[in-house]
DNA sequence: CGCAAGATTATT
DNA sequence: ATAATCTTGCGA
């Protein structure tokens, strides 16, 4: 019984810190179909990319902690945000334990409340759920605005429910298919 | 201090 | 394919 997206959701949890302490892909893959919240706003991520400091060129993180990528190296699941071609945002959330860089890019989510809604781009998702600067580095497995929850115990992983391919906009490192979508919305 | 590049999006 | 728009990081 494969979980459907848009379906009814089970007993939801919020997503520990343990969950993000592992390596960014299995985070990046391991949170397709579980439920982003922000303040009134509810989605499926549906798409998501991981990005790693230490191997991998096209990470914020590979050149070190700069002043806007020291997150990156800081506490797993503790969100990263940041301004992009200087009109939009995008929502991370660091993974790995602390001292290793690395952070899953929130790229789609189908939102379900307060309307059904397909926001398919990273900086479609922070403009419109309001999304900016003033929340980066916020702890989400603490926090009671912004937070993870797991709606069910059968993963898409073990279903092969998606497709991993390349980097959107990333000329680096593409060999690394780290861009991971749920396969049937 | 100047400058080039950038984890995007909407439009042509 | 390209404009919009501005922060970041690096080198001088």
Known sequence: MVPQIGGILGNMVRIEQGFFENHVVEVAQE???KILVFQQYQGIII?????????DEASHAF???????????GSPGVSYVYMIYGMYHCLNIVTE????????????????????????????????LGISLTHNGIDITTNDALYVLDNDTTSLVANQQFIATKRIGINKATDKLWRFIVKEL
């Open 47 to 55: 798409e998501t990319e991981a990005y790693r400091g230490m191997d």
């Open 97 to 128: 334990p602390l001292g290793q860089p690395s952070a899953v890019l929130i790229r789609g989510l189908k939102l379900l409340s307060p309307s059904s809604l397909l926001l398919d781009g990273p900086g479609k998702i922070c403009r419109t």
């Open 31 to 33: 949170l397709l179909g």
């Open 63 to 73: 050149k070190g902690p700069t002043n806007r990528a020291r997150i990156m190296f």
